[in-house]
């Protein structure tokens, strides 16, 4: 168990898949990400290159939603955020939790690159990013096909030495 008295993160475990699939396939999500199924799901709660977390806040440890990370036994310590769902939106558990990640991936999984990709119109996670120092890399043009036409990818990573110095100015601090 990973966190803070705000958040936490528990290994999810295949019991828990019920509520990821719902959460991700709930319509709130879905035009932000591209859902996976069960079976994917499965791969990442067991291969050890993933870790697949269910997120969990408040005082009875309520689940609130669920982040994978995939990479973490990368031999370039390119480690990507695959995918963050919170469905308790607009409290601050996203940045709560985005600040957690980076300390598993920088501090506990030794990332160089903590990297992303997120859809151009999701503005509301970009904005998310933006604020915690993420660095645009570039735009996938057209990259997947949704249900209203093609949309865009934009690649977005932090890198150790900048995780270093936003923590040194206390930026890092828990949210
Ligand atoms: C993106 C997501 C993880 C953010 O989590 P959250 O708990 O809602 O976000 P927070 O409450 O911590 O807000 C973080 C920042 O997002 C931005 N934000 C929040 N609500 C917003 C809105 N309605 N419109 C635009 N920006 C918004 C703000 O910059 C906010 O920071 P601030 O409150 O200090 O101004 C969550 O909304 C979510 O799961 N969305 C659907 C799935 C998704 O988009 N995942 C990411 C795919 S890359």
């Not at 803070?4 to 019920?18: S, Y």
């Not at 645009?136 to 110095?165: N, T």
Request: charged share 30%; aromatic share 8%; with cysteine.
């Amino acid at each position: 168990m990973l966190g803070n008295a705000r958040i936490r993160l528990r290994p999810t475990l295949i019991d828990d898949l019920d509520y990821v699939i719902s959460v991700e396939t709930d319509p709130v999500n879905l035009p932000s990400i591209t859902p996976w199924d069960r079976t994917q799901h499965e791969a990442a709660v067991r291969f050890p290159d993933f870790r697949h977390f269910l997120v969990e806040a408040g005082d009875r440890g309520q689940p609130v939603g669920f982040v994978i990370l995939s990479g973490c036994r990368n031999r370039h310590k390119s480690i990507e955020l695959k995918r963050m769902v919170i469905q308790t939106k607009g409290q601050g558990l996203g940045r709560a939790c985005l600040r957690l990640l980076k300390q598993v991936a920088f501090e506990d999984l030794g990332a160089h690159r903590f990297w992303l990709d997120v859809k151009s119109h999701n503005t509301r996670a970009k904005a998310l990013y933006d604020s915690e120092g993420y660095v645009e890399e570039g735009r996938l043009r057209e990259c997947v096909r949704g249900p209203d036409g093609y949309e865009s990818l934009v690649v977005m990573s932090m890198l150790h030495p900048e995780y270093v110095a936003r923590r040194e100015a206390g930026l890092e601090a828990a949210a």
